[in-house]
Each structure stands twice: as structure tokens, then as C-alpha cells.
């Protein structure tokens, strides 16, 4: 088991030919008991905490509540000047089950405030949870819910909520009109427990609104498309928005617009411009994929610009522990922003103990790259408010073995920013396409330790003073056909000796014009608790984006 009264270097390692990097951190305080703060601060050195129950181990800068069971993020949106998330939530236990709405506010998307819940299983059709779905802001202003109940034989359904008092800020109270459930599984070829997720509306040219239901049609997935005047009346298209029958269901469909070079975001539920593209986004396999195309009008279909059998190259919104993902347009700031859900990795009898389970990803600015082919993410803005205590080196020039270890610290989170350049690039190993299947696989093969031509280079987190117990990320650099192919690991398998932990090699491919560039920019934010390192790490690809 780690020891919190060891020294936990904080390291940079090197192990490639000579390199330049300059890094820049930041801390903050600690954490209010008061309000879920996001908290962006540095360690290493920690002071002992002796049991796995403390406070010290609770996130600070990512969303969480006090206590119990977390997944999905539900319909977040922006109204009357307060950031609202709804979120899958178990009142009574830190096992996910009975699921409600849990509803917190916040102004800034740093501190929150918690409700009550919005949504309870009050209803013969959400007897068996209130479970995800989205938030729409109608014409008249007024926001609607629409979430999946189910009820005591496992049916689905969509049911929708709208707010019982307009006027209070907080919406605190939400009001399930008789019509529920609005939308039931009806249809030849619909499997009635494979039927959830709601998305957010939109209107089309004949001013009816739209949404997509993750389904499962015919033995095969789909992205089901109905349509309303009055978004209480549903009727279902004669076909899919996009269906493939590349696997049986897609749970947390989400699709949006964007367009291509441009970091604001869109509200899909106006007049979207030309030359914008859509995103339809769904969670399968444990993660969260995306594919880029057009919405065609006329069609009513959503119509993907590359068509890709193998579901394993799909793209992904992020390689690592991150699932059910949910956009929305922040009207505040004109961006998208979007949340993801993170479970912890301890075993059941330690979330016991603990008294919690489950957290939420960092929010992210999201936006499509200039070539409109992928989808680039950024922690909001928000989180640098955060930085206390900040450190800097520049110009470190490291060879190949090097590790420099980052002094001066003192707390159990970070937020870190290093640019790496290498001095030349000709010795970089070719790219092997196959390795695209099994990114991970990859990852564990060609890890840390293992030697290439570029790479691998990046930090070693949370080490132990022998180095028994660190987790790395890093880099590794291959050519391909027209530019570079860089792989991005998170290789936890040695972050903790603590048996019952989920501690994979996370990893994704990115392609990138490093002969143009010359630099590569990783943003790290760490956080550990319970032995575990949280840990989710941003590529800077540099497209019109500062």
C-alpha cells in the first residue's frame, strides 16, 4: 500500500535524444466543506493521512457530492445567470441504484451549491429510476426535461418534467405533467429495456422540434429521431437520425454543431450557419465516440462525412476513464461546453467506508478542429481562477535518461503545463496502423520503460521514493504517411500496490505536423484520492487556439 508519509517525487522523465521543455504549475486551498469546489493545486509532498476515509481524499476541484453514488451528467445548460447540473444520483447508498436527478448550481462552474433533487421515482413509469436524459430551453423560455423512467418490468420510456416555479432562480422543484411518458417504446423491431437517453431538441426548417433516443433497432444500434410541435407530443420519423450495425446499443446519444477552425460554440436550437458541421456523439464499449458529418434538411438524417465499419477506430471525445458524456451551449460565454462522468476505481468495500463513489470530469471547452475532422477540448477557462503558489522552470535541456524533479510543492492536486521540443525528429520509429485497434494494448507494450526513436518523454506522477508505486504520461512520436503520429499514454498499473484497484494503461493516437509546430503541449490535471491517481490530460494541437 502507498505510504501518504512518503515523499512523492514529482517528476519529469526524459528518455529520448536532447530536448527542450519549460513547464508552468499552479495550486489553490484547500477545500470548502461548504460548497464542491474544483480545485487546481500542486504536490508532491503530502502530509500523512491515515485512513482511507479522510476528507484529504476527496476530489477538490472536480465535481462531486458529499456523499453516495454518482454516474451520468444530466441536461446542464445556462439559465438566468446561474450554470444548472443535473446528474444520476443514489440519495440513499454509494451502489448505483435508485436513480434520481440529483441538481446543484453554480455561477462560475467552479463552486457549487447543492439541491435537493429534481426528479424522484415518484411514478408507476420511473418506479425503477428517473435515469438520464437532456435539458431544452423552449421557445417561450422555459426549460423542459426529458429523461428515461423505468418502471418495475424494466420497460423505458421518456418522460418529461418542466420546472414548477418559473420565478425561482434556482428551479428548484420540478413538476411530471399527466401526459407521461410522452414518447413509449412503440414500433416494430424496438427492444422496450433498450430505449433511454433523450437529447437535447432542436427545431428544422418546418419549425417542429427534434430530438434522438439511444436504442436498440432490429438487433442493431441507432440513434432514433422524433419529432413535436409542442415537444409533448412525439411522434417517431420513419427512420433513424443514424443507425449502424456496428454493435447492439448506443447509451448517451448527444449531437451538436460546430464549425470547423471556430472555438465558439453553436446552440443547435437556432439557425445553425453555413459550413457548420454536426457531431453526433454516443457512449458504447465503455467510452465515449463521436463521428463528424452533416445534417441533411431535406432527409431529416444525420449523414457521417467518413463511414467506418470497425468501431474500434471510431474517435473518441477522450482515451481515458471518462463515460456518458453531455454538451451544452453556455449562452454566458458563447462555447460548448461538455461534462463526462469518471467512477472511481476503488473496490465496493472502500466506497463503503468512504461513503462516496463517482465523480464528474472537469468541464471542457469544446470545438472542431480547422480541418473539421476532429473534435480538440480544453478545461473552461474557469479552472485557472484556481492557480495558487505557482512554480515555473524554463529551458530545461534534458538527454535521453534524464529525470528532473519538480520541487517546492505540497499538496495532493496539480495543475501543470509543459511544452515539449524536440531537437530533431529523424529518428522517429514508423507508425504501424494496427496499432490503432488496440490502443492500449500499446500503451502496456510500449510503455515508460520500453525505448524508442522519439519518445518516450513526459511526467512521472505521484512516485514513491524508490519508485515501487508512479504513474506516468507520456509521449511517443512515429512518422506516417503526411505528418506524424503521436501516442498520448496514462499507464496507472504501478500508481498504487493497494489490491482491488482498477488501475489500466489508457491511450490515444493523434495526428500532428510537428515538423511545422516543433512543440508539443501537455496540460495535466491530477488529482489523488484513496491511493488512486484521477487523472485526465489535454494535447495542445495548437489549431487557432490560445
Known amino acids: 500500500m502507498l505510504n501518504p508519509g512518503h515523499g512523492w517525487p514529482f517528476l519529469l522523465l526524459l528518455l529520448l535524444p536532447p530536448f527542450e521543455s519549460s513547464l508552468r504549475c499552479g495550486g489553490a486551498g484547500a477545500e470548502e466543506a461548504t460548497a464542491h469546489s474544483h480545485r487546481v493545486l500542486l504536490y508532491p509532498h503530502s502530509e500523512k493521512v491515515s485512513s482511507i476515509v479522510s476528507r484529504k ?24 445567470g446561474l450554470y444548472h447540473l443535473f446528474y444520476q444520483y443514489n440519495p440513499d447508498s454509494v451502489i448505483p441504484g435508485n436513480k434520481t436527478w440529483g441538481h446543484s448550481v453554480s455561477a462560475d462552474l467552479i463552486n457549487w451549491l447543492r439541491l435537493e433533487p429534481a426528479l424522484d421515482r415518484t411514478e408507476p413509469y420511473d418506479a425503477k429510476g428517473c435515469w438520464s436524459g437532456s435539458v431544452t430551453i ?20 421518456q418522460c418529461i418534467a418542466f420546472p414548477s416555479n418559473n420565478s425561482d432562480p434556482f428551479l428548484r422543484e420540478w413538476t411530471k405533467p399527466d401526459s407521461n411518458p410522452v414518447i413509449r417504446p412503440n414500433g416494430p423491431g424496438l427492444n422496450p429495456s433498450q430505449f433511454r437517453d433523450p437529447t437535447t431538441g432542436w427545431t428544422g426548417p418546418d419549425g417542429q422540434w427534434r ?20 415537444f409533448v407530443h412525439w411522434t417517431r420519423v420513419d427512420h433513424p437520425l443514424y443507425s449502424s450495425n456496428s454493435s447492439a446499443m448506443w447509451e448517451c446519444p448527444d449531437f451538436f454543431a460546430a464549425l470547423p477552425g471556430n472555438s465558439s460554440g453553436l446552440d443547435i436550437s437556432s439557425a445553425v450557419p453555413n459550413g457548420a458541421k454536426h457531431v453526433l456523439k454516443v457512449s458504447l464499449d465503455s467510452c465515449d465516440k463521436y463521428m463528424i458529418g452533416v445534417y441533411d434538411l431535406e432527409r431529416d438524417r444525420f449523414v457521417p462525412d467518413t463511414v467506418v465499419d470497425d468501431r474500434r477506430l ?14 451544452f451551449f453556455d449562452a454566458k460565454k458563447g462555447r460548448r461546453i461538455i461534462w463526462g462522468w469518471a467512477n472511481e476505481s476503488d473496490s465496493s468495500s472502500d466506497d463503503v467506508a468512504k461513503g462516496w463513489a463517482g465523480i464528474q470530469a472537469i468541464p471542457r471547452r469544446i470545438w472542431l478542429d480547422s480541418d473539421g475532422k476532429q ?103 512515429y512518422k506516417s504517411q503526411h505528418k506524424h503520429m503521436i501516442l498520448m499514454c496514462s499507464d496507472l498499473r504501478r500508481s498504487s500496490l493497494r489490491p482491488g484497484l482498477y488501475t489500466p494503461a489508457y491511450g490515444g493516437f493523434f495526428e500532428f505536423d510537428l515538423e511545422k509546430e516543433r512543440r508539443i503541449s501537455l496540460r495535466t490535471l491530477v488529482r489523488l484520492w484513496v491511493f488512486f491517481l484521477l487523472m485526465h490530460s489535454y494535447l495542445h494541437l495548437y489549431d487557432n487556439w490560445k
Open 138 to 157: 423552449l421557445a417561450d423560455g422555459r426549460p423542459a426535461i426529458l429523461y428515461t423512467g423505468a418502471d418495475g418490468v424494466k420497460n423505458q420510456a
Open 57 to 80: 481524499y476527496r476530489t477538490g476541484y472536480h465535481f462531486q457530492p458529499p456523499k453516495n453514488w454518482i454516474n451520468d451528467p444530466n441536461g446542464p445548460m445556462y439559465y438566468n
Open 314 to 327: 471510431w474517435p473518441r471525445i477522450d482515451y481515458g476513464n471518462y463515460y456518458a458524456s453531455k454538451s
Open 211 to 230: 430530438i434522438a433516443v439511444g436504442a436498440e433497432l432490429d438487433g442493431y444500434s441507432a440513434a432514433l429521431l422524433y419529432k413535436s410541435e409542442d
Open 375 to 477: 473534435l480538440l477540448q480544453w478545461p473552461v477557462e474557469e479552472v485557472e481562477s484556481l492557480r495558487r503558489n505557482g512554480i515555473s522552470h524554463k529551458g530545461i535541456e534534458l538527454k535521453k535518461g534524464d529525470l528532473f524533479e519538480i520541487k517546492g510543492t505540497d499538496t495532493l492536486q496539480a495543475d501543470v503545463d509543459i511544452e515539449f521540443e524536440p531537437r530533431t525528429m529523424d529518428k522517429a520509429d514508423p507508425f504501424d496502423p494496427s496499432w490503432l485497434l488496440d490502443t492500449e494494448k500499446h500503451c502496456r507494450e510500449a510503455d515508460a520503460t520500453a525505448p524508442g526513436g522519439l519518445g518516450p518523454f513526459g511526467l512521472v506522477l505521484m512516485a514513491s521514493d524508490n519508485l515501487e508505486e508512479h504513474t506516468t504520461v507520456h509521449f511517443r512520436v
